[in-house]
């Protein structure tokens, strides 16, 4: 009973670099998401996925790309990482009304 | 675009009963969340409430619902040290696409022993 796996857990990150966050669920849900948090901000949207082969930006979409590689996988993407990408990551699905299913978070610092 | 609003902190002593307030501005909200994050976890779904319901109890929690003024409350009675931790509140409903969320930005509750 995995629910969504997230990886990394940590990263460190130089300005200008990329990297790949990725996320995998196993409990067939059709849509993904992508959030950052942020102290005394909650939430906010990155990108998500209705369904299989769909993606459309969310709140703070600027600077970030996704890919939902097949119904399981959803990726988020830094192409030139910045100071203020310095966040925590989670990914999460669901399925109709039930309520998303976190996974544990990427903690990421950009320096 | 729509909102959810909590207040930041809530403290109580241990076994007395702690009540975290939300209020939201979506008007055709079909379901209201509560979720839990303890910390350096991802958050966890407490209970959900349709819309069209006015109270949900489940063992220590009880989630009341004010539709007419876009209220909702968390209520856990016999608060323990266990229950230290942030409460999102998050609606999702028509206005929002029909399947995205919008959480609040969290109560931090603290349990005094």
């Known amino acids: 009973n995995a629910g969504v796996t997230q990886t990394p857990k940590f990263q460190v990150l130089k300005t200008g670099q990329s990297m790949t966050l990725q996320c995998a669920q196993d409990m067939n849900h059709n849509s993904m998401y992508w959030y950052r948090q942020d102290p005394g901000m909650g939430l906010r949207l990155i990108y998500y996925?209705?369904?299989?082969?769909?993606?459309d930006k969310g709140e703070v979409p600027n600077g970030y790309n996704v890919s939902r590689l097949n119904k399981r996988e959803f990726s988020l993407r830094l192409e030139s990482a910045a100071p203020s990408q310095t966040s925590v990551y989670f990914c999460?699905?669901?399925?109709?009304?039930?309520?998303?299913?976190f996974g544990s978070g990427t903690r990421l610092t950009v320096v | 675009g729509e909102d959810v609003e909590q207040s930041l902190f809530l403290s109580v002593r241990e076994g007395d009963s702690s009540v975290i307030n939300c209020t939201y501005t979506?008007?055709?909200?079909?379901?209201l969340y509560w979720y839990k994050q303890e910390p350096g976890a991802g958050l966890q779904l407490l209970t959900y409430?349709?819309?069209?319901?006015d109270m949900k109890q489940d063992q220590r929690l009880t989630v009341l619902l004010n539709k007419k003024d876009k209220h909702l409350s968390l209520r856990i009675a016999d608060t323990q040290t266990g229950d230290s931790a942030i409460y999102f509140c998050a609606e999702r409903g028509g206005n929002t696409g029909g399947f995205k969320t919008i959480f609040g930005a969290g109560t931090r509750l603290f349990v005094k022993a």
């Open positions: 996925s209705a369904s299989e082969g769909t993606t």
């Open positions: 999460a699905s669901s399925q109709g009304g039930d309520g998303y299913t």
């Open positions: 409430i349709f819309s069209n319901m």
């Open positions: 979506d008007s055709s909200s079909t379901y």
